[in-house]
């Protein structure tokens, strides 16, 4: 057996002796406490404030300190929650646990855990395009990387964010001068508050869903700059002329008769999944816009390459693909079984919040 290989087989052993995959999730048996598990817990560090990784029920709660606000939205008063800065350490067990940025939505952390020399970086969801509302993905040296593969075929591919908020300028002010109001469908939490950041808003006013606009107050909060926005609900319906208007909220909300209210309107989507044709039809949207909070084909690969990782775990998305891409490069990688959904067209938070 030639010595490369013999090297990969000990290091995986001892990522497994670090970190096994569970029925509850991630767990850190040496540090006793699980990573975004699926279960509820006693100890639970959290990469993010999705609900697929932040999720109720565990006693007690670790992440970055750039994730309070949102975190704590989501999470509601009684979680147990306690914050860390980026970049420092804290030793749970005697195994070290260091959060770094991982550019996907506000607060969104990477997790290192090292022991003994030994290091794993748990990246959550990630991605490299440039995105104002959250610090930039640092590459992190590891032995063993678990990456998600949410857009992980080499079809994928982002175009620059720039020429996507052009062009949702550009199809607001068509829907103006034709009479229409422009209802732009993103993700509750980071989507949203990513489009609003980078749009035109001198264009006309913007309304916003309740499911938008809690986390709006988040982001600012944070210290995110965004422009005005106006909760729906606080408007008098009939009043209002919503044709000139910019209307940001969840995809669940158009289906219903909440959107009833807004007349004759033109609905837009903003995600990766608008880069493949017929997903914009089958959803019924007049217009696609391709922006994505995950890596694409090659920024995924590029970021294995910067972690130097010996080692590649591959959870949710196009994961037999991409692991059989790194073997046939030479790397160690396996697919592992997890509950994270990715990036998908269904919205997350409750209609209710309308
Ligand atoms: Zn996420
Ligand atoms: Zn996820």
Redesign the pocket.
């Known amino acids: 057996m030639p010595a490369e290989q013999i090297c990969g087989l000990s290091s995986m052993g001892k990522a497994q002796d670090l970190l096994t995959v569970t029925p509850k999730g991630l767990f850190c048996k040496e540090g006793n406490f699980y990573v975004d598990p699926w279960k509820p817990v006693d100890h639970a560090v959290i990469t993010?404030a999705?609900a697929d990784?932040a999720r109720w029920g565990s006693k007690r709660y670790l992440a970055a300190d750039t994730s309070s606000q949102v975190l704590r939205i989501r999470m509601g008063d009684k979680a147990n929650l306690s914050f860390q800065p980026l970049g420092k350490s804290q030793t749970i067990n005697g195994v070290k646990v260091t959060f770094y940025p991982a550019g996907?939505?506000l607060g969104s952390a990477q997790v290192k855990i090292e022991k003994g020399g030994y290091s794993i970086v748990v990246s959550?969801?990630y991605k490299r395009n440039p995105d104002a509302t959250c610090l930039p993905f640092e590459p992190v040296r590891c032995n063993t990387f678990i990456t998600e593969s949410t857009f992980g075929l080499p079809i994928y591919r982002w175009p620059d964010p720039q020429t996507v908020f052009d062009g949702i300028n550009q199809w607001w002010q068509s829907n103006r001068e034709s009479g229409k109001t422009s209802m732009l469908l993103a993700y509750s939490l980071g989507k949203a508050q990513r489009l609003l950041s980078g749009i035109d808003s001198s264009i006309g006013p913007i309304y916003t869903h309740g499911a938008v606009e809690k986390l709006n107050a988040g982001y600012r909060d944070s210290g995110v700059a965004l422009p005005e926005t106006t909760f729906v609900g606080d408007v008098d319906a009939k009043e209002t002329d919503w044709s000139q208007s910019l209307v940001v909220a969840p995809p669940a909300a158009v289906g219903g008769s909440w959107a009833k209210r807004f007349g004759k309107m033109s609905v837009a989507m903003a995600s990766g999944w608008m880069q493949i044709r017929g997903t914009r039809r089958r959803r019924s949207m007049d217009r696609g816009f391709i922006l994505s909070?995950h890596v694409d084909w090659r920024d995924l690969m590029q970021t294995i390459k910067e972690t130097e990782a010996d080692d590649i775990w591959v959870t949710h998305g196009f994961s037999d693909i991409v692991v059989r891409h790194l073997q046939e490069q030479g790397l160690n990688a396996k697919v592992v079984e997890t509950e994270f959904t990715g990036e998908t067209l269904q919205e997350d938070a409750e209609p209710s919040q309308a």
Request: aromatic share 0%.
């Open positions: 993010h999705h990784h996907h939505i959550g969801d909070d």
